[in-house]
């Protein structure tokens, strides 16, 4: 075997993005043929804010299914992590099976979040504009920060997962710059599981999807690409000063700008912010170019925004 090709499948870098792919590959047509054993479809009556008419399978285990051995072999602290994801997605997957008041699934994802904020090291947050200015984050200030950011990021990448592979392909451009800054280092080797298992679920799920994330998997991915964003930002930042949050900001771009916008809609409707709605961006441009044009307009704007990160570093 070449050394080149042998290295793709030996080393750890490599590794971690063939291994989640190949798993997450060949568990979504195993969750498709178990959909109805299991009765684990997305039911478009649900949610006033769904526009598909037809039934499909949930296939968002398979991105949990994927990322676990990356964690278990290259996680040098994986046991807060995996404590948080599997609350966060059985909390999604309750949800999609029998539905959860929405008070109930913010208590679990805040739990979710206080397990990882509290037990792993994680690095000061740095709201420098420039070398010296700005303000940076420490201590509990900082903890409760990052709380509100892995819950925040959860909830913004569910209220985006409304067109098929919008959600997932969103999450992989905004993990894409990290992987490219910090390749071949340990602290990237999460991030590439991530990206593997994103790249094979979008076979599946991109338009016309034959799976759904549900809300288990839209949670998860929304909490793992928050977490991750975080760590990635704090490797390859240089002088180690934490992680810049404006770099963080523009990763998770549009799942961000989406929710303040649906924010403050709800809040000039005079409905409850947590009222599901027709409103987001991925509606607007649905109606006006349809399904395949609206989610590649949003990657595009996503693609900007992701580039600002390499200007910043």
Request: net charge positive; hydrophobic share 55%.
């Amino acid at each position: 075997m070449p050394s080149t090709l042998k290295s793709v499948f030996v080393s750890g870098q490599w590794a971690s993005i063939w291994i989640p792919w190949l798993i997450v590959g060949l568990s979504c047509p195993v969750l498709i043929r178990l959909a109805p054993v299991l009765r684990l479809f997305d039911n478009p009556g649900e949610s006033a804010r769904k526009i598909h008419h037809q039934v499909k399978p949930l296939g968002g285990a398979a991105i949990l299914i994927g990322f676990l051995p990356v964690l278990f072999l290259y996680g040098t602290d994986w046991a807060p992590l995996l404590s948080a994801v599997l609350v966060v997605f059985f909390t999604g997957l309750v949800d999609d099976i029998r539905g959860l008041s929405p008070k109930l699934k913010l208590v679990l994802q805040v739990l979710a979040a206080t397990i990882v904020v509290l037990f792993h090291p994680f690095p000061a947050t740095n709201f420098s504009l420039s070398a010296g200015v700005g303000a940076s984050l420490s201590g509990i200030p900082n903890l409760i920060f990052l709380g509100f950011w892995l819950v925040g990021g959860t909830n913004a990448f569910n209220l985006i997962d409304g067109l098929d592979g919008l959600a997932a392909g969103v999450g992989l451009i905004s993990l894409l710059p990290l992987l490219v800054l910090g390749f071949g280092q340990a602290s990237s080797f999460l991030v590439a599981g991530l990206v593997g298992g994103l790249i094979a679920i979008l076979v599946y799920n991109f338009y016309p999807a034959k799976l759904f994330l549900g809300d288990g998997g839209s949670y998860l991915l929304g909490f793992l690409v928050s977490f991750l964003v975080i760590d990635g930002l704090s490797a390859v930042s240089p002088g180690g000063s934490g992680w810049p949050v404006l770099a963080g900001i523009a990763l998770l771009g549009v799942p961000i700008i989406d929710t303040v916008m649906a924010i403050f809609r709800r809040a000039r409707s005079g409905k409850g912010i947590m009222e599901a709605d027709q409103g987001h961006l991925h509606h607007r441009l649905y109606r006006k170019f349809g399904h395949v044009t609206a989610v590649l307009v949003i990657y595009l704007v996503q693609v900007a925004l992701s580039s600002l990160l390499f200007i910043i570093h």
